[in-house]
């Protein structure tokens, strides 16, 4: 058997989908959460070898081009130590393009596993002039004819892995093809067996690279952090689909959103009432607490120490109009005050932590806030 780890990315992999890959890939071993060991036999690679190479003139005959180069490797003696993957000879090129070849094999066998990609709909994506820096690398297509497209990449510098996972990113998420899911997939592997051992890293932002770099949207895709910062996760998921939507439509060729404004706003209204619904709601099962005149809602965290406690928040009246696209919102001071045991940090954004510390007697000081 050979291994490689693999990492999820959870801040950008929905819940939905990483389920979706630990109950379809049976070849994941579960290290810690979102980490992974991944087996496979070199039987898999010689099959596909196999199956390719009686067709080099269909669609996906470059993917036969990646897996002809690592199978003789794959069945080789000195490819692995205790089965993670090395490439431990040759020269600083051969080993670049080798970890390439590796990372192409890899990512395909991972999304096959994971997705039920089937190897016979795997093709490499043409470039052409005008998308030549954004093709990602590959498309395939699962048992249920939903598309699936993958920008793969390898590395023996683990240095290079953030630049390069940018970089598949950009490619995968501007490609102007619609998809079940796009993915980045990078690779790193080792030219020893003093090296941190191999990694595959797995990314798919749900909504970077869809809109446009401006002030407003920035501002809108902040909130989401601060919707989590604050435990707000049911209001969380219906406002990434607002702004999903409104992403989408402001891709649209101004001329044609000028002629379709009412059918856009109505478009947006759709997912707008429901979120507001949403927010309204699961309000009520937060707590609040006042300063300054502003009343700010979130949670309470307990520190493990059993003793302090930890206030997460934002400005209720910050949310309630970033959810309605309002981004016009309340300049709020970045402050830090501390008095006694008590100790206050708030963000122009809205947002506030409140840490209370327990006296002596292991009572909790009484809020003093009176500025």
């Not at 996760?233 to 891709?251: G, P, Q, V």
Request: with cysteine; aromatic share 12%.
């Amino acid at each position: 058997m050979l291994r490689t780890f693999v990492s999820f990315d959870s801040s950008t992999i929905n819940f939905d989908t990483l389920q979706q890959i630990y109950s379809t890939n049976n070849q994941l071993q579960q290290v810690e959460q979102n980490l992974c060991i991944f087996e496979f036999d070199a039987i898999t690679f010689t099959h596909v070898l196999m199956l390719l190479g009686q067709n080099q003139d269909r669609f996906g005959y470059n993917l036969f081009l990646y897996i002809n180069t690592v199978v003789p490797l794959f069945n080789g003696s000195s490819i692995s130590i205790n089965g993670f993957i090395i490439i431990g000879q040759g020269s600083s090129d051969f080993k670049k393009r080798l970890s390439e070849d590796l990372g192409v094999a890899i990512s395909s066998l991972l999304m096959n596993q994971s997705f039920n990609i089937r190897w016979e709909t795997i093709s490499q994506i043409p470039q052409n002039r005008k998308l030549s820096k954004k093709t990602p690398d590959f498309l395939g297509f699962d048992i249920n004819d939903e598309r699936y497209i993958y920008e793969s990449k390898g590395t023996t510098q683990p240095q290079n892995v953030e630049i390069a996972m940018t970089k598949a990113l950009e490619q995968s998420k501007a490609y102007p093809e619609p998809a079940r899911g796009k993915f980045a997939i990078v690779s790193y592997f080792p030219t020893g067996d003093k090296s941190m051992p191999p990694f595959t890293f797995i990314a798919d932002p749900p909504i970077s690279n869809i809109f446009l770099p401006e002030k407003d949207n920035s501002i809108l895709l902040h909130y989401t952090c601060v919707l989590s910062f604050v435990g707000l996760d049911t209001t969380l998921r219906a406002y990434e689909t607002l702004l999903a939507e409104k992403f989408r439509l402001d891709r649209q060729d101004y001329q044609e959103r000028v002629l379709e404004r009412f059918p856009r706003n109505l478009g947006l209204q759709r997912f707008l009432d429901p979120l507001i619904q949403t927010f309204e709601q699961e309000r009520l099962t937060k707590e609040t607490i006042t300063w300054e005149n502003r009343t700010y809602i979130g949670r309470y965290l307990e520190v493990p120490d059993g003793r302090t406690r930890l206030f997460m928040g934002v400005h209720l009246e910050t949310i309630e109009q970033i959810i309605r696209l309002d981004t016009n919102i309340q300049e709020i001071q970045n402050t830090r005050v501390r008095e006694g045991e008590e100790e206050i940090s708030i963000f122009s954004d809205g947002t506030i932590l409140k840490l209370q510390t327990p006296d002596a007697d292991n009572k909790l000081f009484p809020t003093k806030w009176t500025k």
